[in-house]
């Protein structure tokens, strides 16, 4: 720390503003994300981002904000005429010193529950569709230090808040999370690494209507270069779970201590890399073990990674699962297919096989004018009887044209659905037509 704190900033640096601005029309036939919508929704809405940054040899410092102006007619509450929304802002700022590195970031986002494109499906939770709105505040910071030396370390702290207002499903609850993790490694010898891992996971569920879990973990590992191609990682951890649940009108919390273990082994080839692993992991409903096989390769155009496996959760239930990451770039055209399938244990303590399928493609027409589609598939499957099935899909199809280096038009139509074992069929079709607009500036 002394070392980091007495790092020199150099006097040269590099700052640059930019705006970026997207206004236009909307129309959407299911705007609040209805099973059944009684009408239909016009809109002129405007996002606009506000960002800055700038650079040095040993600091960097980012920021943006933005929102969202939307003024039109509501299908659902003629009363309603729209305004200001989904405000959000994200500050990092990182800082390397002469063996040591600081990156912090925080981020506030506020958005609606309905069919919003931008989510990543971590559980099933995700692929809820509801009314009201999500407010999600997220604190990280990490330390690194030992750069360059035998002893090397990292520790990394997260807190993230999420609060819901107006929504209608009892899914949908207030939670807090704190999350640790440390690691101290020495370098053995020249192609060995011994090191020790420390984590703590602590969820609070704000009204204790859901479960609170704290899971915690310290283990030893290895990290050796059997040869110039060919690695091991080897990792025992001691795994603790404590799981608070509501038993009659008493919170009961119950406790599981588990060993675990993490190999792996990657050979790097001409092309890419083969590689194996077996890992088990102490979820809130027990043990899993998963076991994969995975194969990385360049091609001259993309690339191409495959994992294919299977895990076994505590119950016995064996379930395979997989990736697919394939890239293919032609002369005037782009193809992305991303494909993850796994086992996951959700905040309502379930194990389910939560799966997506992301397909992009996007073609030029001409030198100013292209169009891009894009499809997405989500299903979060429980593994046990009693829960719930939860599907998402959507599809984008639009057109582009660029009018100058800053400016473009585009126009398309979006289809949205969501579906679940309980619930009807939530559909939304929305076409648009926007003007785009990038300005960069130098303070």
């Not at 640096?13 to 705007?31: H, I, K, P, Q, R």
């Amino acid at each position: 720390m002394a070392t980091f704190a007495s790092a020199q900033t150099t006097t040269e640096s590099a700052t640059e503003g930019f705006f970026d601005l997207s206004t236009g029309y909307y129309f959407s036939d299911n705007y609040d994300a209805l099973e059944n919508p009684t009408g239909n929704t016009y809109l002129w809405r405007t996002d606009a981002t506000l960002g800055y940054a700038s650079e040095t040899r040993s600091e960097q410092f980012s920021a943006e904000a933005g929102t969202t102006l939307e003024l039109g007619e509501y299908g659902e509450d003629d009363g309603e005429n729209g305004g200001f929304l989904n405000p959000f802002f994200q500050v990092s700022y990182d800082r390397q010193g002469y063996n040591a590195n600081l990156e912090t970031e925080l981020s506030y986002r506020q958005s609606e529950n309905r069919f919003d494109r931008k989510f990543q499906p971590q559980t099933g939770r995700d692929l809820i569709v509801d009314q009201g709105t999500r407010r999600d505040l997220r604190f990280a910071a990490t330390l690194a230090g030992g750069n360059g030396t035998p002893t090397t370390s990292e520790a990394t702290l997260q807190f993230r808040q999420t609060r819901y207002q107006d929504t209608t499903d009892p899914d949908l609850t207030d939670r807090d999370t704190l999350l640790f993790n440390g690691r101290l490694e020495l370098a053995a010898t020249r192609t060995a690494q011994l090191f020790g891992v420390l984590d703590y996971y602590d969820r609070d569920d704000i009204e204790d209507l859901k479960s609170d879990e704290i899971r915690k973990g310290v283990g030893l590992g290895i990290n050796v270069e059997l040869n110039p191609r060919l690695a091991f990682y080897g990792a025992a951890r001691y795994e603790s779970n404590a799981l608070t649940q509501t038993v009659g009108s008493e919170r009961v919390t119950t406790e599981r201590h588990e060993p675990t273990l993490d190999l792996r082994l990657t050979q790097d080839m001409k092309n890419g890399n083969l590689r194996t692993r077996l890992r088990s992991r102490l979820e809130s409903t027990g043990v899993q073990t998963d076991l994969s096989f995975g194969r990385a390769l360049d091609l001259i155009h993309g690339s191409v990674d495959l994992t294919i496996g299977a895990t076994r959760t505590s119950s016995g239930t064996v379930t395979p699962v997989g990736s697919i990451d394939w890239t293919r770039d032609y002369k005037t055209s782009a193809l992305q297919v991303v494909f993850r399938s796994a086992v996951r244990t959700n905040d309502d303590d379930e194990d389910t096989v939560d799966s997506r399928l992301n397909v992009n493609y996007a073609q030029e027409l001409t030198q100013l004018t292209g169009m891009e589609l894009s499809l997405g598939l989500y299903s979060s499957d429980p593994l046990d009887d009693g829960g719930e099935n939860r599907e998402r899909a959507d599809f984008s199809a639009s057109l582009y044209r660029e009018i100058n280096e800053d400016w473009r038009i585009r126009a398309g139509y979006t289809h949205n659905y969501a579906f679940d074992r309980v619930d009807e069929l939530i559909a939304e079709n929305v076409f648009f037509a926007t003007l785009d607009r990038n300005f960069t500036f130098r303070p």
